[in-house]
Nanobody, 119 residues
Framework: QVQLVESGGGLVQGGGSLRLSCVASGSIFSINTMGWYRQAPGKQRELVASITSAGRSNYADFVKGRFTISRDNAKNTVYLQMNVLKPEDTAVYYC?????????????WGQGTQVTVSS
């Protein structure tokens, strides 16, 4: 199986920064896209940012210019540097990846890490 473990969430004041990390492990042959979604209370899960194995990144409009996604392919790790955080960024952040494991491509998810931004 494939496991994703996130770290780096927490409580921060508005205008502050946090860096999330996510490590994928298990019987992985290859990983294509890695990225982050978030879900705030009472809202649907939404894409924050994603990055391909070639390094092409994609961002939601609401984080452009504030968040940066990066990855270390050798370590099967994806990062999300979050700057100029706003209270509306408060949510559970989920890491995901599309990986080839157990003879098939599939999407895998982490359990989530809480990010809380105070005003």
């Amino acid at each position: 199986q494939v496991q994703l473990v996130e770290s780096g969430g927490g409580l921060v004041q508005g205008g502050g920064s946090l860096r999330l990390s996510c490590v994928a492990s298990g019987s992985i042959f290859s990983i294509n896209t890695m990225g982050w979604y978030r879900q705030a209370p009472g809202k649907q899960r939404e894409l924050v940012a994603s990055i391909t194995s070639a390094g092409r990144s994609n961002y939601a409009d609401f984080v452009k210019g504030r968040f940066t996604i990066s990855r270390d392919n050798a370590k099967n790790t994806v990062y999300l540097q979050m700057n100029v955080l706003k209270p509306e960024d408060t949510a559970v952040y989920y890491c995901y990846c599309r990986a080839y494991a157990n003879d098939r491509w599939a999407d895998y998810w982490g359990q989530g890490t809480q990010v809380t931004v105070s005003s």
